[in-house]
T-cell receptor, first 112, second 113 residues
């Protein structure tokens, strides 16, 4: 039981490049989330999903897109990366009816 | 809408000293409260949670927190800290709909020998 995994762990992009971050969970959770963590800002919700095939905007969605084609996977896309998107990205998941979110180890993204 | 304020961005303490990390929240509905811990270069791990019942909640690694509705606070305490408790601690609130968490900005606890 791996829990929540994220791929890749590190990535460096040039401004304007695109990439996709993959989150996978093996706990059969309905809900999945993408957060970004910046120094002194805590965690801010980018997008979330309450079930397969559904997505919704969080607090800071601009510049990101997401997809949840399979229940176990939640993809975060950057179509045209900007230096302001340099951050650590965390994925989380939870069971419906529960409150605890389980977090992945994070992806450190640098945009130059 | 809900919000969380962690009153201290950094808390340095000596090993074996007691510590309190402060958290205040605001919400227009009933709340569920959480403390998460993040060790260096790792993800977040749940330390403890308050959903209902006793206002004193015990968590892992000897931490506890007390929910105070009148003061809208959920402070985290440990009577004697260890070097290994050095980490960043996040307070979070979920209110109304149960599927979103709002996090505070974090408190960096540094335990010195």
């Amino acid at each position: 039981n791996a829990g929540v995994t994220q791929t890749p762990k590190f990535r460096v992009l040039k401004t304007g490049q695109s990439m996709t971050l993959l989150c996978a969970q093996d706990m059969n959770h309905e809900y999945m989330y993408w957060y970004r963590q910046d120094p002194g800002m805590g965690l801010r919700l980018i997008h979330y999903s309450v079930g397969e095939g559904t997505t919704a905007k969080g607090e800071v969605p601009d510049g990101y897109n997401v997809s949840r084609l399979k229940k176990q996977n939640f993809l975060l896309g950057l179509e045209s990366a900007a230096p302001s998107q340099t951050s650590v990205y965390f994925c989380a998941s939870k069971q419906g009816g529960n409150y605890e979110q389980y977090f992945g180890p994070g992806t450190r993204l640098t945009v130059t | 809408a809900q919000s969380v304020t962690q009153l201290d961005s950094q808390v340095p303490v000596f090993e074996e000293a007691p510590v309190e990390l402060r958290c205040n929240y605001s919400s227009s509905v009933s709340v569920y409260l959480f403390w998460y811990v993040q060790y260096p270069n790792q993800g977040l791990q749940l330390l403890l949670k308050y959903l209902s019942g006793s206002t004193l909640v015990k968590g892992i690694n000897g931490f506890e927190a007390e929910f105070n509705k009148s003061q809208t606070s959920f402070h985290l305490r440990k009577p004697s800290v260890h070097i290994s408790d050095t980490a960043e601690y996040f307070c979070a609130v979920s209110g109304g709909s149960n599927y979103k968490l709002t996090f505070g900005k974090g408190t960096l606890l540094t335990v010195n020998p």
